[in-house]
């Protein structure tokens, strides 16, 4: 009965290089959201998905990220040509229902571990 | 832009007291409070509020929102050293499609032995 996987746990990349955060959520869930804890700050909304679609990429910085949930196979968020600003925890939550559906089923989303990326 | 203010930031407590930790919020289309408690990996749900007045409780732990002055309010009685934790929360918000949630920065509680 696993929960929402997400690895690497730890990832260090030197500035300029590709950062690749993988999450496969709980099973028979099909909708992922992802958030970042900047460090001394609370999880800020980056990007929700439903298979093979981006519903709500509002929270994504428009250039160098990216995310994607296909068909088949784990979640992927992408951070291209990190800086050390993209240090933080980035974490992935997934749920069964679609938010206004959550509400009334009084089913939360549920977290990972997150994956603590350093930029150095 | 939506905004949730936890307080205090940080609080410290030895075993057995009695803390109340704080959320007020000010956002758009509001659908429900969380909240989360967070040991150094996956913020772990603990309640979610929709209306106001209702007393939530799990253990020694219960909350409450208040609609009308926007905030809720978190209870811990009897704190033991496991309650150490950052505790977050949460504010559900979006469009009628789907949901999203607006984080405090999170009150990080340390009870002492």
């Known amino acids: 009965n696993a929960g929402v996987m997400q690895n690497p746990r730890h990832l260090v990349r030197r500035r300029g290089q590709e950062a690749r955060l993988r999450c496969s959520p709980m099973k028979g869930h099909s909708h992922v959201y992802w958030y970042r804890q900047l460090p001394e700050e609370g999880l800020k909304f980056m990007v929700y998905l439903q298979k093979e679609n981006i519903i709500d990429e509002s929270g994504m910085p428009k250039e160098r990220f990216s995310a994607e949930f296909p068909k088949e196979g784990p979640s992927i968020l992408r951070i291209q040509q990190v800086v050390r600003g993209d240090s933080a925890a980035y974490f992935c939550?997934?749920?069964?229902?679609?938010?206004?559906?959550?509400?009334?089923?009084?089913?939360?989303?549920?977290f990972g571990n997150g994956t603590r990326l350093t930029v150095t | 832009e939506d905004k949730v203010v936890q307080s205090p930031l940080s609080l410290v407590v030895h075993e057995g007291d009695t803390v109340t930790l704080n959320c007020s919020y000010e956002?758009?289309?509001?659908?429900?409070l969380l909240w989360y408690k967070q040991e150094k990996k996956a913020p772990t749900f603990l309640f979610m509020l929709t209306s106001s007045g209702i007393e939530k409780k799990s253990g020694r732990l219960s909350s409450i929102l208040d609609k009308k002055e926007l905030f809720s309010i978190l209870n811990i009685t009897a704190t033991q050293t496991g309650d150490s934790a950052v505790y977050l929360c949460a504010i559900y918000v979006g469009g009628t499609s789907y949901g999203k949630l607006t984080f405090g920065q999170g009150t990080i509680l340390t009870v002492h032995p």
């Open positions: 939550a997934s749920s069964h229902d679609s938010g206004t559906r959550v509400l009334v089923t009084n089913s939360p989303l549920h």
């Open positions: 956002v758009t289309n509001f659908r429900s």
